[in-house]
């Protein structure tokens, strides 16, 4: 499938190798299929071994998949080493994969506290480090890291989601600046509400998307695909000059 004539198409991005945590379903999936659809090569993990399978056989030999536990270190980094003998070298990046599940704060053990730093936090210093000799080597690359606007809004109920995605934030920022001479970008994007299947069948009622559109400026849903075509952009070399930014796609919610 091509890209569509309604939106951008970046030649930049045509062959080049992108490797997308989180990628089997919900945004990450919209991530895999628009990369994909630009002529880059896609290699993608998840631990739904099912669903990243179909996705990736729908899209043919330049894409590649593997289930993998991102909280797993050595398990991420070899994903990575991989993807890149099977695809060429990795020289976009677009750290996705994050657990939004809504927590009780006073009732966070230091247990879960850890866990959800090492899913929402942990793997995109792992895979941005995995992948920062590749880009070193070819004279440039593209780190995405997906953040959110909780990271500023700091709702009281995702209280480990919201530290690790203010920390995406701080880390994008760190990495553009050691990283920046050897033209590897480091930027960070942070959706609002974006309307996954995920948040259909978990939180999105009428009552809650009332009070979400008094809060905003664009009145229309957030899609997948339109978090997917921010990345695009950051990825190609149309945003060359852009490194330790936050770009935020929340419909004027901030």
């Not at 379903?25 to 993990?45: L, M, N, P």
């Not at 998949?65 to 990046?93: H, K, N, Y």
Request: proline share 5%; with cysteine.
């Amino acid at each position: 499938m091509a890209a569509s004539a309604s939106h951008a198409t970046y030649p930049s991005l045509k062959g080049r190798t992108a490797f997308i945590t989180g990628g089997a379903s919900g945004i990450g999936a919209t991530f895999v299929q628009a990369f994909h659809d630009q002529g880059a090569k896609v290699a993608f993990v998840d631990l739904d071994e099912a669903a990243g399978k179909a996705l990736s056989a729908g899209l043919g030999p330049t894409s590649w998949f593997r289930r993998c536990d991102v909280t797993d270190a050595e398990a991420l980094q070899a994903a990575i080493a991989d993807a890149a003998a099977a695809l060429g070298p990795v020289t976009v990046l677009i750290n996705n994969v994050a657990n939004d599940t809504r927590q009780v704060a006073a009732e966070v053990t230091p247990e879960a506290w850890r866990k959800g730093l090492a899913v929402n936090l942990d793997p995109a210093f792992i895979a941005a480090t995995a992948v920062y000799p590749m880009m070193k080597a070819a004279g440039g690359g593209s780190i995405v890291n997906i953040s959110s606007i909780n990271a500023l809004l700091g709702p009281g109920e995702l209280p480990t989601y919201s530290a690790a995605k203010g920390a995406i934030n701080s880390l994008s920022k760190s990495l553009a600046h050691a990283w920046g001479p050897d033209r590897v970008r480091v930027n960070a994007l942070s959706p609002g509400w974006v309307i996954t299947p995920r948040q259909l069948e978990l939180w999105l009622t009428p009552q809650a998307e009332a009070d979400w559109s008094k809060l905003v400026a664009l009145k229309d849903r957030i899609m997948p695909d339109d978090i997917a075509r921010a990345a695009l952009f950051l990825a190609a070399d149309d945003s060359r000059m852009m490194t330790g930014q936050n770009m935020v796609v929340d419909a004027g919610r901030t």
